[in-house]
């Protein structure tokens, strides 16, 4: 059985993460490991929450509370996780989160979501097109424009918390991209649901790149 390394920038287990896309783990043994793993929330929010200039990042404690965090200061964490996943003897780790990041050090391949999928958007645009993105907070307006900019022409952006999020709230932004008129919308973060994947296709009327299952469908074209 092969084993495969899943890397949270929050706390493991991925409970919410791995129920959703079981159907295409079978056959994979998961080894799970977070950043966040150990520490208290009163520490994360003393030492690790975003200060000025920092990126802001948002994930999940092991209770399933949203907690928020800045890249710059994980990274150093994420990187001992890698070595530690790497000791349990797994072929590949995928990182649990579709922010953009350095390449760790790592003797084996490191899936990196946010590449996945810039990949798997791009191939589906033609000139003009607008896509739309749902992420998690406003404040990473600028951060989450950038990194789709430089994929694609345009991006509509629209902020719903996977962790705290109402069905209202998925709804009015969805009315929103569609009057943007967009190509597609990408759920962009690992925390969003194949519910709500379901809620904004139904909304928008619009193919929806949800960033849990390309992850795992990759995974399952690696392995099957």
Do not use: H
């Not at 709230?169 to 990408?186: F, N, S, T």
């Amino acid at each position: 059985m092969s084993r495969v390394g899943f890397l949270t920038i929050g706390q493991s287990p991925r409970t919410d993460v791995l129920s959703d896309i079981q159907e295409y783990l079978k056959g994979l043994e998961i080894v799970e490991a977070g950043a966040l793993d150990g520490l208290t929330r009163e520490y994360i929010e003393a030492n690790l929450a975003p200060r000025a200039g920092e990126t802001l990042l948002v994930t999940r404690m092991r209770d399933g509370s949203e907690v928020i965090i800045a890249e710059e200061r994980i990274l150093p964490l994420m990187q001992e996780r890698v070595r530690w996943l790497e000791e349990q003897g797994v072929e590949v780790i995928a990182v649990l989160c579709s922010g953009s990041f350095p390449e760790f050090e790592c003797r084996v391949p490191v899936i990196y979501p946010d590449r996945l999928l810039k990949s798997f958007v791009t191939s589906l645009l033609s000139k003009g097109d607008v896509v739309g993105v749902i992420a998690p907070a406003p404040e990473q307006r600028s951060y989450i424009e950038e990194k789709w900019l430089e994929a694609v022409e345009e991006v509509a952006l629209e902020f719903v918390s996977p962790y705290t999020g109402e069905k209202e709230e998925y709804v009015e932004a969805c009315k929103r991209l569609a009057e943007r008129k967009v190509k597609l919308v990408v759920l962009d973060c690992i925390g969003y649901s194949s519910q709500v994947k379901r809620l904004v296709r139904e909304a928008v009327g619009k193919p929806v790149i949800a960033t849990r299952t390309v992850l795992a469908a990759y995974l399952k074209e690696l392995f099957m």
